[in-house]
């Protein structure tokens, strides 16, 4: 399955909410990089402009958008996330009960663990991720 088609299950799977979300601009997702000092990776970077604003099931993936609060901002989680010991080289994307799914300029997903403080990678790719662990169709 390739990126535009996960998306389009994501989008399929909106579910609606009170205050909707929305997509963040090319200059919004681009200062985050800066920011970050980190460059998304293709799959990513296209889910943040086109599918970041989708809501669904218990996953609520990091945004860009301004003036996010502290829970699903992905600069706030990332920082948080390194000082707690995610590797430098890699960006949290989502947060679970205190452990952090993350992912790496070459696209590499990880997650790393609070508990025994140890960062495994995970086989796949972003999209894989989103069908695994998000929509949880595998």
Not at 32 to 41: C, G, N, Q, T
Not at 74 to 101: A, H, S
Request: hydrophobic share 35%; charged share 30%; with cysteine.
């Amino acid at each position: 399955m390739q990126i535009e088609e996960v998306i389009a299950l994501l989008k399929e799977r909106n579910e609606p909410v009170p205050k909707p979300l929305r997509l963040p601009t090319e200059d919004e997702v681009s200062c985050a990089e800066k920011d970050l000092s980190f460059k998304f990776p293709a799959q990513y970077r296209k889910f943040m402009l086109e599918a970041s604003c989708v809501t669904f099931g218990v996953r609520e993936p990091g945004l860009v958008l301004p003036d996010l609060q502290p829970y699903c901002c992905l600069r706030r989680m990332t920082k948080d996330g390194r000082q707690t010991g995610v590797p430098k080289d890699f960006i949290v994307f989502c947060e679970e009960n205190g452990n952090y799914f993350t992912i790496n300029e070459k696209g590499n997903i990880g997650y790393y663990d609070h508990d025994d403080l140890t960062h495994n990678l995970h086989n796949g790719d972003f999209k894989d991720w989103v069908i695994e662990n998000w929509l949880e169709l595998e």
